[in-house]
């Protein structure tokens, strides 16, 4: 009944005079709308859902392809996970060190929340990736435990919660208190796409640039094994090619073939096979 709607919706009371509409994109929340339906509603509220749900879809991918920007305020008052590149894992500004964690799998689950952070993923998908052999309620006891352990790892300030959340028979970060630069990364892309759709070629290669300079490495550079994160590694490499590509593309078409030959040199070092992007770049040099 809920998935992965919002917890405001969970304590709506549907039907009558009141209609809840997730807003959501790929899976993932990016909010809710309440309604409340007023004497002139329709006597069958369901006859308006249609435009209604078209409307929130609408909603939730221009939410969705909004830039979210940090500050450095708000970087400093949470957790930040960095996933692309060298696992690093800071609280309230300073770095965990991960050797101080006795159950290093603790890490893993962190992992595997900071993909989908904001959205919950639940107990059994969580079991099933980290104990696949395990019997479901030991796997769940396991479960609990490592949560425990994650959530003191964070050790949020005094006051504060953990943002390590419930939600229903799952788990999620806190995306207001917790960020990660694969969202960053994501953020930025969707901007530089935006800024191209506008004919805003400037911004479009600055956006692009900082999705550059958030790629440090392969998404979870340190764990080149796990099969969790291969599909996910391999969609973002191919995210940040493309941002090298569209770069040099752009900056050509400036006549700036310094910042094209920096940017397919860039592409060249993440993927060093790509022999479209190297003849490119010895065309552009």
């Not at 692309?84 to 603790?106: D, M, N, Q, W």
Request: hydrophobic content about 40%.
């Amino acid at each position: 009944r809920h998935g992965n709607a919002p917890e405001r919706c969970w304590s709506s009371q549907p039907g009558g005079d009141q209609v809840c509409l997730p807003l959501m994109v790929d899976g993932v929340s990016r909010g809710s709308v309440l309604l409340t339906l007023g004497p002139d509603a329709p006597r069958e509220p369901t006859r308006v859902l249609a435009p209604l749900l078209q409307a929130a879809d609408e909603a939730a991918t221009l939410i969705a392809e909004r830039p979210e920007r940090p500050s450095r305020a708000a970087s400093l008052s949470g957790a930040r996970v960095c996933c692309l590149g060298p696992f690093e894992v800071t609280s309230e500004g300073e770095r965990i060190s991960l050797g101080s964690v006795t159950r290093a799998k603790a890490w893993d689950l962190l992992k595997l929340l900071a993909l989908k952070l904001g959205s919950p993923i639940s107990q059994e998908e969580l079991v099933e990736a980290l104990w696949p052999d395990a019997e479901p309620r030991a796997g769940a006891n396991r479960l609990h435990g490592l949560v425990h352990t994650l959530r003191h790892a964070l050790e949020p300030s005094e006051g504060k919660s953990s943002p390590v959340l419930r939600q229903g028979s799952g788990y999620l970060l806190d995306s207001v208190r917790v960020q990660t630069d694969v969202s960053e990364f994501r953020a930025r892309i969707a901007e530089a796409r935006r800024a191209e759709r506008a004919d805003d070629a400037p911004a479009a290669i600055a956006a692009y640039g900082e999705a550059m300079d958030l790629y440090r490495g392969d998404l979870f550079r340190d764990d080149p094994l796990a099969d969790w994160f291969r599909a996910e590694r391999q969609w973002l490499k191919q995210q940040v090619l493309g941002a090298c590509q569209r770069v040099a593309d752009l900056s050509l078409a400036r006549g700036e073939g310094a910042l094209a030959a920096a940017a397919l040199q860039r592409a060249a070092a993440v993927e060093p096979c790509r022999e479209d992007m190297q003849r490119q770049l010895v065309r552009t040099l």
